[in-house]
């Protein structure tokens, strides 16, 4: 029982840290876009009516369950001018961070 709770400790730790990291460079997002399993073009279009939303300079952090939606998010940054701040797989989780513009 004890190396099962010293598993669940460093997991946690660990999780801690990276989310610590991440947290000093992005303050609390201003939305969160959850776009499931859609991928593509359909993926931009969510993106972009989000963004559409929101105010210059704020963060939205984007969700996915799609291993090829970083190509997407990359190509909506660019196109539209927005930074991406950060990415980050966790578990079936594509996590970005951007700042819109």
């Keep these: ?13 660990r999780y801690l840290r990276e989310f610590a990291r991440i947290s000093v460079m992005i ?3 201003h939305a969160i876009i959850d776009t499931a399993d859609v ?7 969510m993106l ?3 963004a ?5 300079g704020q963060v939205m952090e984007i969700v996915s369950r ?22 980050v797989v966790r578990g079936p ?3 970005y961070w951007v700042r819109t513009s």
């Design 1 to 13: 029982m004890a190396s099962g709770r010293a598993q669940r400790i460093t997991v946690v730790s």
């Design 66 to 87: 799609t291993p090829g939606s970083a190509g997407p998010v990359e190509e909506w940054c660019s196109a539209g001018g927005h930074s991406l701040l950060e990415r």
């Design 93 to 95: 989780n594509y996590l």
């Design 48 to 50: 972009c009516a989000a």
């Design 27 to 29: 303050a609390a997002p």
């Design 39 to 45: 991928a593509g073009s359909r993926l931009k279009a």
């Design 52 to 56: 559409r939303e929101m105010v210059p």
